[in-house]
């Protein structure tokens, strides 16, 4: 009886160091709406705080080819760019996240050098890594929409 006690509390206590708590997923899916929020409503400096230090380069990139037809756009808009974190899709590993956040309503500047244009909605893949016990997205790029490639499989919460 003792073993068969034990074997249990094992495979438990097993499951739980596994299974991502939800304060866990809570901090990733904040981390992701913060920098989003900030990135796709060119607010650059703000979202510095959510990514690594060496993606600030890519933010600095970002904001420096803003030109003044994008930001007459921008300003145009009735309404900000805005993030689903409702529907996002996430796998969670001990220091690394994927994330998928669709974001309508955002200034798309996907070739430099041309102005940009007003997206109704698009999908973007975020990579997170854990620095410090704290979330960061990392950029190895620009976010650039994609389509999610639905046949393989997910762990998304």
């Keep these: 009886m003792k073993i068969k006690l034990l074997t249990a509390a094992t495979l438990l206590c097993l499951l ?5 708590s939800p304060a866990h997923d809570d901090m990733v899916r904040a981390c992701i709406d913060s920098f989003a929020v900030h990135y796709f409503n060119f607010e650059f ?3 510095i705080p959510f990514v690594t230090p060496d993606s600030e380069k890519w933010l600095q990139l970002a904001a420096s080819n803003v030109t003044q037809d994008d930001l007459d756009l ?12 409702e529907n996002m899709e996430m796998t969670i590993n001990d220091s690394v996240a994927t994330a998928w956040v669709n974001v309508t309503n955002f200034l798309d500047m996907t070739a430099i050098g041309e102005s940009g244009k007003i997206s109704k909605e698009a999908t973007f893949c975020l990579s997170l890594v854990r620095l410090d016990d704290k979330w960061k997205v990392k950029m190895e ?7 999610r490639n639905r046949d393989a499989g997910s762990d998304g919460i």
């Design 16 to 20: 739980s160091c596994t299974k991502n």
């Design 45 to 47: 400096s703000r979202a």
């Design 74 to 85: 921008l300003y145009q808009q009735e309404e900000r760019a805005e993030i689903d974190t």
């Design 141 to 147: 790029g620009l976010p650039r929409s994609e389509k």
